[in-house]
Every structure is written in structure tokens, then in C-alpha cells.
């Protein structure tokens, strides 16, 4: 079981000010898995995987307890650019920069850090990360014009991609695809499921049926705590929660 | 209501706010047309690429204070860009009692009268210095451009999307990295914006000058000798006793609206704005 | 990955299909060609094999109604299987049935040569193919003919019924034998009547209509 674990989670809480939003929180992220966390708007789910790159701890006024175990370190004894390189995130509105360049983008991580690369490094980096995420194909041709003239799901594509090349072992997905139509949605959550062979997924959303098309494993969580995490098929017919029950069927949420 | 009284008084309307915004423009235009019926005669490749002759004589330009006034602009730039970029970065990033005063501090500066500005140059520059000079002048216009750079960058960056920051952040970028390589390139335009707009609003001034640049009848480009500049030559030639110069006087008020027209033209229809 | 997971429903579905008309196949070859070895594997090892694929497929339909939400066709298609499931095991059962008549009669003289019995056999495993390889190809036409054939089966039931009506009243020492005919034919009409289930339902899937209790009628038209 240890090996099989890449990240873990040990009574970690997260607050603003003195408003603790996730409580003591113990979630292990497998290998090559995709975990989804579903919840209502507000249960904490986003600061908790906030928590998991150290971006919570940007804000001001924010605290954190507990241990967030990166194959078997703590993530909060490593510098964050080092943590982060090693976590990459895609965020619910694409955000690509809007000064780059469709290839730049994807080279925004070794830019930023000032990595230096050979011609040859990059093109294949920009190419191998662009196929991943499905969008070589669309954008070839115009890897030299800026990010921000491509559609919102081909956007986001372009964030994921960014946060590939870094060949990061998790990616963090933060309802990356509320802010897209449904046939953009249907792409992106395609492209979770080939991803998950290069590495794990940790998901958040609030769209119950994305959790079930996805995912490997579905944790639900509310009011800050993780009411049920379990096979994602096991969760979708049968919970042993009567919270996630409800939840499920529309009580709440 | 009638349809036919709705569309009469929906006339009247409309004319009543054409012809307001008429008369607010009437001065405006009246300026322009002054001006341009007044100096056009003076506008010649002469008045920008001579020195200024004795009165009587006739010809001559007024290349001194052209240039006069671009060394103050530069010098104004060269300081209150890095420094006013600076604050805003700092007002747009921090939070506390001691950016509160900071900008309580920009928004007065923006509020001291420039002549006030001028009589400090002259005291912590002239003074020391012994002399007139294009420095202290500059220095003077890059008090007064400050507060707009600072302004412009501040709001740029408070409007630009966090998730800009935190997408460069999530890759391992660090904060220094991430505000020169993501944040500061985004906002480009709108701190560019905001350089222009000070430009504009020192190329005119002239009584903050008047202890600094003091003025100078020749061509100077060593910063710690005397200048000219385009307003300080206007007001010199309009106050002297002669007509010719009062001519160029007029020149000169056109080149100075012209200059300032157009610098406020490019910051609207700046070839940068994206979409 | 929608697709994938329906098509995998789909083969599965398929191999129980063709269990259950080995299962019946098998049933009848024992009858006749005496072999209690192919009863045998029907009773105690395909009949288990298939009471194990009914409830996993029956789970892999109830997942993926409950994650992948399906409309329109593919919904049809998954309530259909389960259906289908549903009639497949049955068929398994009453193979079961006639095995376990098999095994009474091939161990006793035959009552009579068996004809009409084999041509019921050979009707019954033949729809049920049919309207599996209707399923497999959206093929509505196939699957309204093997609904037709359901009459054949119901006719050459009522034969063998009265044929054996007439040994039975001619020597009673045969009845117990050909109650045990009567059983089996009485199954495999069962068997056909579950195959017309499942071309109904084949129907229902790629035309988006239920038939059931109206086919032969005529089609209700506007007023």
C-alpha cells in the first residue's frame, strides 16, 4: 500500500483569518489515479487543494496545520517554487499570459524560473506538451501568435499544457471546466482520463457527473470535512453516507 | 402617451443635449481657433530648426526650447517612471497602515500646486548646485508626473486578474520573477498609458520651471546648464514688449497644443491596446 | 469513453448470449445423442457461469447508468440489456429444465424417434441467435422476423403434444417419459417466447418504440 501512495494528506486544516474552512482533513493520492472532490460551493474544496501547492498560504491572513506528505516528505519543510514545480495546477478560468506566445506559454514555467534550454529542448517540449493536451493539432500553425486569441476550452487546453511540460508528478485541477461550454467540457474531461497514465489528478469540482466520468476514486466532502471517499462506482450507487446520499440526489448543493 | 408626443419630446431631448455639450466645447474650440488663426503664420521648417534671433530681426526659431523641453521631458521620465512604477507596484501588492500613508502621500503630491514643486527644486537643487538647470527642472516635472505614473500603474495592476499572478506562482515562478516576467509585461499599456498622460501634463507646465530651467537663448544639452522650454519661451516672448516675438509666442502655444493633442490622441487609439 | 464503456455492456452481454444457447444446444444434443457428460456441463458448470454474468452485468449497467447519466439511445440501449440480462438467465433456467429432463430420459427407451423435438431446437436457438445478432447490429428488420417465427415453435409445441397425447392413451407405462417430452417441448417454447422478448426489446432500442402486445396489429395511426 505505502508505494502506491504519492501524496498524502495528515490532519491538514486550512483557514482565513480565523475561519478554518478545512478540518483535519486525511486523503491519500494514489499513482496515476484520477480522485475527484465533489462538494457543495463552499465546503472547502478549493482551498483545500490550494493547500496542496502551498497557494493557500498566499493570500494574507491565512493558516494551515497538519502535514501534506509529497512521497513521503513534507511539503512545508521544501521551498514552494520547489513544491509547486512538482504540483502544477490548472485553475477554473483559463488563464493564460496574455504577453506570450502560444509556444512561450508552454515554456512559461522554464522561462519564469529562468531554466535554460536548448532550440531542440523546447520544440519538443512545446510539441510533446501541446499533444497531450490535445491541442497540437489546432495550433501548429500559430504557435507564435499570443494565447489569448484561441476559444476558452482551447485556452484551458493551453494552461494544461503549460502545466505539463513541467512534467509535474500531480496536477491539480480546479473546476477547470466550469467556465467552458459542454462540448469544451466533454474534451477536457477526455483528456483527463489519457492523462492519468503520465501522472495522478486531483480534481475538485462541483459537478457531480464529471466526478463520475473521471474518476477513479470520489471523495465528498462538506462543511470542510471529507464525509466519504471510495471507488468512484461504489460512491455513485451505493454511499454509506446519508449526507453523500443526499447529496447525490439533489437535496443539497 | 401618443406615440407622436413620445417622438417630439425624445427631440427635444436629444437637441437639448447637443447643444450643451456645444457650449462646453465653445471654449475648447474658440482656444483652438485662436490659436491656430494666431500661430500658423509663425509655423515654418525655420521655427523648428533655428535659434531664436535678437527682436527686430526677422527668421529664427525656436529650436532651443524644442529641445529644451524634450531634455526636461526625458530627464522627468528617466526619474518619475522607475520610481512611480515602483509605488503603484508596491500599493497594488501591499496592504497596511504604511501603504495607506504612501498613498495618502501620492494623492497629495498630486494636489500641491506646481509652482510650490518649482520653489522646492530650486531649494534642494539650485541652490546646492549654485545654477539653473535642466536637471532641477526635470527634477521638478518628475515631482508632478509621479503621482500619475503611480496612479496609472496602481489601477492597471489592481484590475489585471489575480489568477494572471497565481498561474505564474503554480509553476514554481518565483514572486520577483512573477512580477517582472507576468505581471509588469501585462500591464504594459496601462502604466504606458499612464507615462503619456504625465508627459502630457508637464509638457505644458511652466511655472515650476521658472527657478529650475530658468531658460537659456541657446542650444543646451548639459543637464546642469540652464534650458529652455516650449511654455517658458511663451511666456517670455509674450510678456516682452515685441511683436515679432509675440508671434512666435503664438508659434510656439501651437506647437506646445499640437504636441499635447497628440499625445493624448495616441493614448486613446494606442497602437498597443489589444482588441 | 462513453462509447467504450456502453460497447463493452454490449460484448458482454453478447458471450452471455451465446452461453445461453450453448446451454440449450447442449441440452438437447444430450437428449439425443445420449451423452450425460454435455447435460452434466450445462447443470453444474455453465449454469452457475451464468447466474455469475447476470449479476455482473447487471452491476456494470447499473454503474454506468449511475456515472455517465446516458440519453436517448444509449439509455434505451443499457435499460434494454438489463432486460435482456433478465430473459438470458431465464434461458439458462430452462436449460437447466430440459438437461434435467434429458438426464431422466437417456438413462429410459425412447417412447418414439424424436423429430419434432430437434426441429423445435433447432427454431428456438435459431431466433435467439437471430435477435442477438439483431441487437449487435441494430438490425430491426432481423428482429421483427424472429418475432414471426414465434408461431413455427407454438405450432410444432401443439404437435408434439398431440402426438404424444396418442402414445400416452395407446401405453401408459410411456407416460412418465412423455410428460418429461412434453416438459422439454414446453421449455423450449418458453425459450422462444423469451427470444421474441429480446428481438421486442431490439425493436424498442433502435426504432425508440415499444411493440410489446401489438405486434401483428396494425399501426395506430393518427385519428
Known amino acids: 500500500m505505502e508505494k502506491e501512495i504519492i501524496l498524502e494528506t495528515i490532519d491538514l486544516s486550512a483557514a482565513y483569518g480565523d475561519n478554518w474552512v478545512v478540518k483535519s482533513v486525511n486523503l491519500a493520492v494514489p499513482y496515476n489515479k484520477v480522485i475527484a472532490i465533489m462538494g457543495p460551493s463552499g465546503c472547502g474544496k478549493s482551498t483545500f487543494i490550494r493547500c496542496l501547492n502551498r497557494m493557500h498560504e498566499l493570500l494574507p491572513g491565512t493558516k494551515i496545520k497538519g502535514q501534506v506528505l509529497l512521497e513521503g516528505e513534507n511539503i512545508f519543510d521544501l521551498p514552494p517554487t520547489t513544491v509547486r514545480r512538482r504540483i502544477g495546477m490548472v485553475f477554473q478560468r483559463p488563464n493564460p499570459f496574455p504577453t506570450m506566445s502560444i509556444y512561450d506559454n508552454v515554456l512559461a514555467g522554464y522561462i519564469l524560473r529562468g531554466e535554460k534550454l536548448s532550440r531542440a529542448e523546447r520544440d519538443e517540449i512545446v510539441e510533446t506538451s501541446l499533444k497531450k493536451a490535445f491541442l497540437w493539432d489546432e495550433v501548429k500553425d500559430s504557435l507564435h501568435k499570443r494565447g489569448t486569441f484561441l476559444s476558452g476550452g482551447q485556452q484551458q487546453r493551453l494552461c494544461i499544457a503549460r502545466a505539463l511540460a513541467m512534467r509535474p508528478d500531480i496536477l491539480l485541477l480546479d473546476e477547470p471546466t466550469s467556465a467552458l461550454d459542454p462540448k469544451a467540457q466533454a474534451m477536457i474531461e477526455e483528456l483527463i482520463t489519457q492523462l492519468k497514465e503520465t501522472v495522478s489528478i486531483v480534481l475538485v469540482t462541483h459537478n457531480r457527473a464529471q466526478a463520475a466520468r473521471v474518476s477513479d476514486y470520489t471523495a465528498f466532502m462538506y462543511l470542510g470535512e471529507i464525509v466519504e471517499i471510495g471507488p468512484t462506482p461504489q460512491m455513485f450507487t451505493a454511499p454509506k453516507d446519508p449526507r453523500t446520499e443526499e447529496y447525490l440526489t439533489g437535496k443539497f448543493g | 402617451m401618443s406615440t407622436r408626443a413620445r417622438r417630439i419630446k425624445d427631440r427635444i431631448f436629444k437637441a437639448t443635449i447637443l447643444s450643451l455639450s456645444l457650449l462646453t466645447l465653445l471654449p475648447l474650440l474658440l482656444i483652438l481657433i485662436t490659436i491656430i488663426s494666431k500661430g500658423y503664420s509663425a509655423i515654418s521648417l525655420d521655427f523648428f530648426t533655428k535659434l531664436p534671433t535678437p527682436p527686430g530681426d526677422p527668421g529664427g526659431g525656436i529650436l532651443n526650447s524644442i529641445v529644451g523641453s524634450l531634455l526636461l521631458i526625458a530627464i522627468a521620465v528617466v526619474i518619475s517612471v522607475p520610481t512611480g512604477v515602483g509605488l503603484g507596484l508596491y500599493l497594488s501588492e501591499t496592504r497596511g497602515p504604511w501603504a495607506s500613508l504612501v498613498e495618502i502621500l501620492i494623492n497629495t503630491l498630486q494636489g500641491i500646486p506646481s509652482i510650490v514643486v518649482g520653489i522646492l527644486a530650486y531649494l534642494w537643487i539650485v541652490k546646492p548646485l549654485g545654477g539653473f538647470s535642466a536637471l532641477s527642472g526635470g527634477v521638478a516635472l518628475a515631482i508632478i508626473m509621479l503621482p500619475t505614473v503611480a496612479r496609472a500603474t496602481q489601477e492597471t495592476l489592481i484590475r489585471l486578474p489575480t489568477s494572471l499572478k497565481e498561474a505564474g506562482l503554480s509553476l514554481g515562478a518565483s514572486y520577483t520573477r512573477t512580477i517582472w516576467k507576468v505581471i509588469l509585461p501585462s500591464a504594459m499599456p496601462g502604466i504606458l498609458s499612464g507615462v503619456l498622460l504625465g508627459v502630457a501634463r508637464i509638457a505644458g507646465e511652466t511655472a515650476p520651471l521658472l527657478f529650475t530651467a530658468f531658460g537659456n537663448p541657446y542650444l543646451n544639452l548639459n543637464p546642469l546648464k540652464p534650458v529652455d522650454a516650449v511654455p517658458l519661451l511663451v511666456f517670455n516672448y509674450a510678456m516682452s514688449p515685441y511683436s515679432d516675438w509675440h508671434q512666435k509666442a503664438w508659434g510656439a502655444s501651437l506647437v506646445l497644443m499640437v504636441f499635447i493633442l497628440g499625445i493624448n490622441i495616441t493614448i486613446r487609439k494606442g497602437p498597443w491596446k489589444r482588441r | ?223
Open chain 3, 1 to 223: 469513453m462513453f462509447e467504450e464503456k456502453l460497447n463493452e455492456i454490449k460484448r458482454r452481454l453478447v458471450e452471455e448470449a451465446s452461453l445461453a444457447e450453448t446451454m440449450v444446444k447442449y441440452s438437447i444434443q444430450g437428449l439425443l445423442e445420449r451423452r450425460a457428460d454435455l447435460l452434466d456441463k450445462v447443470i453444474n458448470e455453465m449454469e452457475p457461469r451464468m447466474n455469475e454474468t447476470e449479476v455482473e452485468l447487471d452491476e456494470m449497467c447499473t454503474n454506468f447508468i449511475a456515472l455517465y447519466e446516458p440519453r436517448a439511445a444509449q439509455l434505451r440501449t443499457v435499460l434494454m440489456v438489463l432486460k435482456m440480462n433478465n430473459d438470458l438467465e431465464r434461458i439458462g433456467d430452462l436449460a437447466v429444465n430440459i438437461s434435467t429432463s434429458a438426464q431422466y430420459l437417456i438413462e429410459r427407451p425412447q417412447v418414439k424417434p424424436l423429430i419434432d423435438i430437434p426441429k423445435m431446437a433447432e427454431e428456438t436457438t435459431g431466433m435467439l441467435k437471430d435477435a442477438i445478432d439483431a441487437f449487435i447490429n441494430s438490425d430491426a428488420e432481423k428482429a421483427k422476423r424472429v418475432c414471426e417465427r414465434d408461431e413455427i415453435v407454438d405450432n410444432l409445441r401443439d404437435q408434439v403434444l398431440r402426438e404424444l397425447i396418442t402414445y400416452m392413451t395407446s401405453d401408459p407405462t410411456t407416460i412418465e417419459r412423455a410428460i418429461h417430452l412434453i416438459k422439454i417441448s414446453r421449455n423450449l417454447e418458453r425459450i422462444a417466447d423469451l427470444s421474441t422478448n429480446i428481438a421486442e426489446d431490439v425493436i424498442f432500442v433502435v426504432e425508440g418504440k415499444i411493440i410489446k402486445h401489438h405486434h401483428g396489429e396494425e399501426e395506430t395511426k393518427g385519428n
